[in-house]
């Protein structure tokens, strides 16, 4: 096991870097790209934290209409590729998969933006 | 924006000669200095140029395309869209000169008149709250998207994209860019599917849309809307496209409240739209803004992409891909409306 600091403590302080002291330390055209950069270890801070909660959360919930388990990346390959077929889904069907797309799109920006789904007003 | 240095002198004077060759005068009576330097469209360059002597003097903006990058629109076909736009009173900055040649300043270019306002969206916004002009100016889009799509077509220049049916051509495009994502995104195919079961006939009429109208393309001051800008974009199309994408959550700015890019309301924009006698259809207009939506998550997508294997490797585009879960997010909760 590593010593400490730990991933998430590594992330802050290199996020605190970037947004403390590189930003103002940059030119002007380097200054977005670091305040991305910053806001890249934060989302991987909370992806450390959350990512494989989301993950089998999705799987269960794709499982669940699937009516089989398999690996994250083969359900959603297979759920796709029956999207892409026209043949009509019925309706008790589209509305579950459409909330399950709701939740799983909802989990990933509690990791990539969070309060983004919460915000008022029309999407 | 930055200010001139002794670097841009021969540029200055090669913009000089060429306005002099335009105005058909003496480009010794034509002085032109370059007042200050802005990339915020990322791809051109705008020069701000302060013009003395010859027989129109004033500030202008060159707007460049560096030489290397790839048109969508030739900046004479842009220049060209523009005039007409402007000749049918949509505000346009005035184009008094164009050229291909790339020779005068590192790429084909156009001046324009200076037209003093912001454009950076959060300045917008807030120069926006403080004089309340937010719902006259979302007024002033809807008159001016009805004036643009007004025009005959049959004007526009014809190097232009035209797709004979432009609904058709929207889906087409959006299917190939799903097809292309680096692995399957079940969220899009939703909305994929959903955008073919739902699709509209193609317009009636297809127009010139300009189809990236929003805050951040627009200048605007305390009096409200002065001009729309960046026209490379523009195309035939359904002008229900361009009623759409101006709604789009990214040009609000966090001004979620205010649909119409952070300024105002859709009724406000639908009412303007209609007394200037634009064709207002609802189902139209919902279902091109979850197109528009989705196929800009597809963008980031491919921006997400482009970092991966080297085309164009920038953090910035790396972090792009993060941010597809929030245009899945609003196609998404968009079919519930």
């Given at each position: 096991m590593q010593y400490r600091p730990d991933a998430d403590e590594l992330l802050d302080a290199v996020a605190d870097l970037l947004e403390r002291q590189v930003i103002a330390a940059v030119p002007p055209h380097l200054q977005h790209q670091v305040r991305v950069a910053a806001n890249l270890c934060r989302i991987l801070q909370r992806e450390a934290q959350l990512g494989t909660t989301n993950d089998d959360a999705e799987r269960h919930r794709l499982a669940a209409l699937l009516g089989h388990d398999g690996s994250l990346l083969e359900l959603r390959a297979e759920l796709a590729a029956r999207l892409d077929d026209p043949a009509p889904l019925d309706a008790v069907t589209d509305r579950a998969v459409r909330d399950a797309l709701l939740a799983t799109v909802r989990a990933d920006l509690a990791i990539a933006k969070p309060g983004y789904d919460a915000t008022a007003g029309t999407p | 924006m930055s200010g001139g240095s002794p670097d841009e002198q021969p540029e200055a004077t090669a913009l000089g000669a060429f306005l002099a060759r335009t105005w058909e005068?003496?480009?010794?009576g034509v002085r032109v200095r370059i007042a200050g330097q802005s990339t915020?469209?990322?791809r051109r360059r705008n020069l701000v140029l302060d013009v003395e002597g010859g027989p129109h003097p004033g500030r202008y903006v060159a707007t460049v395309l560096p030489t290397a990058d790839i048109a969508i629109l030739s900046m004479v076909d842009e220049a060209a869209v523009r005039t007409l736009a402007r000749a049918h009173g949509v505000p346009v900055p005035e184009v008094v000169a164009v050229t291909d040649d790339e020779s005068i300043v590192g790429g084909a270019c156009f001046v324009s008149e200076f037209v003093a306002g912001e454009t950076i969206p959060r300045r917008v916004l807030r120069l926006v709250a403080e004089h309340g002009v937010g719902s006259r100016i979302v007024t002033q889009l809807g008159g001016a998207f009805a004036a643009l799509h007004a025009i005959d077509p049959a004007e526009a220049p014809a190097a232009m994209a035209a797709p004979a049916a432009p609904v058709t051509a929207a889906l087409d495009g959006v299917g190939v860019a799903v097809a292309g994502l680096?692995?399957?995104e079940p969220a899009f195919s939703y909305v994929l599917r959903w955008l073919r079961d739902h699709r509209p006939a193609e317009p009636a009429a297809r127009r010139i849309v300009h189809a990236d109208v929003r805050t951040g393309n627009v200048i605007v001051d305390a009096t409200g809307l002065r001009a729309i800008l960046?026209?490379?974009?523009?195309?035939?199309?359904?002008?229900?496209e361009d009623l759409a994408w101006v709604c789009?959550?990214?040009?609000r700015f966090g001004e979620?409240?205010?649909?119409?890019?952070?300024?105002?309301a859709v009724d406000t924009l639908r009412d303007a739209y209609v007394a200037a006698g634009g064709t207002w259809d609802d189902e139209r207009f919902h279902w091109w803004r979850v197109l528009v939506t989705m196929r800009w998550g597809t963008g980031l997508a491919g921006q997400a992409a482009m970092h991966l294997d080297g085309r164009f490797s920038s953090v910035v585009m790396a972090a792009s891909g993060r941010r597809v879960a929030e245009m899945a997010h609003d196609a998404l909760a968009l079919l519930d409306t």
């Open positions: - | 005068c003496d480009p010794a915020a469209g990322a680096l692995r399957p960046d026209w490379e974009t523009a195309k035939v199309g359904d002008p229900m789009t959550r990214m040009w979620d409240h205010l649909t119409v890019g952070g300024l105002g």
